[in-house]
């Protein structure tokens, strides 16, 4: 019995060890390439979100059996996006000229306005295909650990927005964290300021998420699913 234990010890200990080689030689292999052009090319890859030192070896080594005109094509387009995209000045949504497509869109309402962090929470909110109001896109939230206070955001241009007088109601579609309620409060406040009884203050509803159970969701979003209860018929697909 304490021979087969020592024996175990043996087998997991060898595993160990190859494991830890094996390691060694990726990282070593990682760092040292055989091209300077493609080492610099693995490093600009490695720096997207999301992209580690393996994943951007895989994409140089694809990009190097692509066609040259799908690489010019590609290195064109990255240019293009960092140097003629701009932001719309209605709303700060991306766009390819002064107005984005959704501000200068007829058929959407601009009565309201949809207040979002970023322009993944603006395409997030789009894809629902609920929502034919307007936007504004605050780029980020106040988080005072990060050091992003209000004047960092787009705040001041959403409450120029407001003080037009044309829309009657703001939703705020931040996150439900400490920092977008946080941001929530600051622009009630920054709202209430500017005396306008037309104008309504409403918040995307929080609560159990459709397909969950109710015995696995927290205290806090189950409690706030039940104090933003909506009536039944409201629930109907219509
Ligand atoms: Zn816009």
New binding site residues.
């Given amino acids: 019995m304490v021979n087969a234990g020592y024996q175990l010890q043996k087998v997991v200990h060898g595993c160990m060890l190859k494991f830890a080689h094996r390691y060694f030689v990726l990282l070593r292999e990682m760092n040292s390439f055989p091209s300077r052009i493609f080492e610099q090319a693995v490093n600009e890859f490695a720096t997207l979100p999301g992209i580690g030192r393996r994943s951007a070896v895989r994409m140089v080594l694809h990009m190097l059996k692509q066609e040259g005109s799908d690489a010019r094509r590609f290195g064109e387009t990255i240019l293009r996006l960092t140097q003629e995209i701009r932001f719309?000045?209605?709303?700060?949504?991306i766009?390819d000229g002064d107005?984005?497509t959704?501000?200068?869109d007829p058929r959407r309402d601009p009565a309201l306005i949809c207040v979002v962090e970023d322009v993944r929470d603006l395409l997030a909110v789009e894809n629902t295909n609920q929502y034919h109001g307007?936007?504004h896109v605050l780029n980020g939230i106040i988080s005072p650990m990060d050091g992003i206070g209000p004047s960092n955001l787009t705040i001041d241009a959403l409450i120029e927005r407001l003080n037009g007088g044309h829309v009657n109601e703001v939703i705020m579609a931040l996150s439900a964290t400490m920092e977008g309620d946080t941001t929530v409060f600051y622009i009630y406040k920054k709202i209430s300021r500017l005396g306008s009884q037309a104008l309504k203050l409403s918040s995307i509803a929080r609560g159990v998420s459709i397909g969950d159970d109710l015995e696995y969701a927290d205290e806090v979003t189950l409690g706030r699913s039940i104090l933003n209860r909506t009536p039944y018929e409201s629930t109907l697909v219509r």
Avoid: A, E
């Fill in positions: 719309c000045k209605n709303c700060h949504n766009s107005l984005c959704i501000c200068s307007l936007y």
